[in-house]
């Protein structure tokens, strides 16, 4: 199925395998690009030489095109997209609008840049700024994310920029994928799906906690880092949402020091990171540390498989899904279904 995305990027489908931390590593990534769809490393959790070493272990298990999630306000930005460059990555994602110079300079090295987007705003910046596409997340979508629903937020951005759009937030199967063309987009964007499949190394039991979950399972709360933060609701988030500001903040000096020690960031790198996460506003002391180590409370359950310990972005279509296959099953069954939605909207009556 050929639409602009695939045009831009190289791939096969019009799917993206969503940027996680802790989630999309080499395995997930290569396995969604060889599946035809557009694998992206999750690179915020991941330390420089780490993100190195990544890319390079996704480039020995596929020749298809890939990409590489970046935090833009990171400390350590620059040095990232410097590799970015030096590997030959083919897409730079962003959770967060990278500025102008930014966007110049991998544009200038042959990088597709896809920034993600919650407002429509924030699409026409970054067009105007040079994006080669957007991915607009709606209030659906798992992680950091907006109120206005994708069924509302898409269209508006359709009809705002000139670049391809990719929908993010509410996706997980081929109706899905049909109804994001109707709407203009070329494609989609899935995250809890992928992460949901035989090929992530998310801990079986965590994923047993996500194929369990129904819609009234997932949550938003500003517990965590004082944005909202779309999650599975565990002991842990009720705990959170119920502490006093004294307790929130020796948990999140404890949660701090792990992940300064993990990422090899130092104090000064890591409040810095925590900062930007505000963008202008009224977080506490505590809720600046909780976002500067959220990925300390992701780790907890995503990689060490501790959901008493940490925290489960999941985007609200987690009730929805029941099954963990492939990476190439998921990929070929939902273009499959989208063939069959069209072919079925298109038949006589």
Same mark, same amino acid.
């Given at each position: 199925?050929?639409?602009?995305?695939?045009?831009?990027?190289?791939?096969?489908?019009?799917?993206?395998?969503?940027?996680?931390?802790?989630?999309?590593?080499?395995?997930?990534?290569?396995?969604?690009?060889?599946?035809?769809?557009?694998?992206?490393?999750?690179?915020?959790?991941?330390?420089?030489?780490?993100?190195?070493?990544?890319?390079?272990?996704?480039?020995?298990?596929?020749?298809?095109?890939?990409?590489?999630?970046?935090?833009?306000?990171?400390?350590?930005?620059?040095?990232?997209?410097?590799?970015?460059?030096?590997?030959?990555?083919?897409?730079?994602?962003?959770?967060?609008?990278?500025?102008?110079?930014?966007?110049?300079?991998?544009?200038?090295?042959?990088?597709?840049?896809?920034?993600?987007?919650?407002?429509?705003?924030?699409?026409?910046?970054?067009?105007?700024?040079?994006?080669?596409?957007?991915?607009?997340?709606?209030?659906?979508?798992?992680?950091?994310?907006?109120?206005?629903?994708?069924?509302?937020?898409?269209?508006?951005?359709?009809?705002?920029?000139?670049?391809?759009?990719?929908?993010?937030?509410?996706?997980?199967?081929?109706?899905?994928?049909?109804?994001?063309?109707?709407?203009?987009?070329?494609?989609?964007?899935?995250?809890?799906?992928?992460?949901?499949?035989?090929?992530?190394?998310?801990? /079986? !039991?965590?994923? =047993? *906690?996500? #194929?369990?979950?129904? $819609? @009234?399972?997932?949550?938003?709360? &500003?517990?965590?880092? +004082? %944005?909202?933060?779309?999650?599975?609701?565990?002991?842990?988030?009720?705990?959170?949402? /119920? !502490?006093?500001? =004294? *307790?929130? #903040?020796?948990?999140? $000096? @404890?949660?701090?020091?792990?992940? &300064?020690?993990?990422? +090899? %960031?130092?104090?000064?790198?890591?409040?810095?990171?925590?900062?930007?996460?505000?963008?202008?506003?009224?977080?506490?002391?505590?809720?600046?540390?909780?976002?500067?180590?959220?990925?300390?409370?992701?780790?907890?359950?995503?990689?060490?498989?501790?959901?008493?310990?940490?925290?489960?972005?999941?985007?609200?279509?987690?009730?929805?899904?029941?099954?963990?296959?492939?990476?190439?099953?998921?990929?070929?069954?939902?273009?499959?279904?989208?063939?069959?939605?069209?072919?079925?909207?298109?038949?006589?009556?």
């Amino acid at each position: 199925m050929e639409t602009a995305l695939t045009r831009l990027v190289g791939v096969r489908c019009p799917i993206v395998q969503s940027g996680m931390g802790w989630v999309a590593g080499p395995r997930l990534v290569s396995a969604a690009a060889n599946a035809g769809a557009l694998g992206v490393l999750g690179s915020a959790t991941m330390t420089v030489d780490g993100l190195r070493e990544a890319v390079r272990e996704v480039r020995s298990r596929t020749d298809a095109p890939f990409g590489v999630n970046l935090r833009a306000d990171a400390a350590d930005a620059g040095d990232r997209v410097r590799i970015l460059i030096d590997e030959g990555v083919r897409v730079a994602s962003f959770a967060l609008a990278p500025s102008r110079e930014l966007i110049a300079v991998l544009k200038e090295a042959g990088v597709v840049v896809i920034p993600s987007v919650g407002a429509r705003r924030h699409a026409e910046k970054v067009a105007a700024w040079g994006a080669d596409a957007v991915v607009v997340q709606g209030g659906e979508g798992g992680g950091h994310t907006g109120e206005v629903a994708t069924t509302v937020l898409l269209p508006q951005v359709v009809d705002a920029v000139d670049v391809p759009v990719v929908a993010a937030g509410g996706f997980f199967d081929g109706r899905g994928l049909v109804a994001a063309l109707a709407y203009g987009a070329a494609g989609v964007a899935m995250g809890t799906r992928f992460l949901l499949t035989s090929d992530s190394t998310v801990p /079986d !039991a965590v994923k =047993a *906690r996500y #194929l369990a979950a129904t $819609v @009234r399972d997932v949550t938003v709360t &500003r517990a965590v880092d +004082g %944005l909202p933060h779309r999650m599975l609701r565990t002991d842990l988030v009720a705990a959170l949402e /119920d !502490a006093g500001r =004294a *307790r929130a #903040l020796l948990h999140a $000096v @404890r949660r701090a020091a792990g992940f &300064r020690r993990l990422s +090899g %960031l130092t104090w000064r790198q890591l409040v810095h990171d925590g900062l930007a996460l505000r963008h202008g506003k009224e977080l506490s002391w505590s809720q600046v540390l909780l976002a500067a180590n959220t990925p300390m409370l992701l780790r907890s359950a995503m990689v060490d498989g501790r959901t008493d310990l940490g925290v489960m972005a999941a985007g609200q279509v987690a009730g929805v899904i029941d099954d963990l296959p492939s990476c190439a099953e998921l990929v070929e069954r939902i273009m499959r279904e989208a063939e069959a939605t069209r072919d079925r909207l298109t038949a006589p009556r």
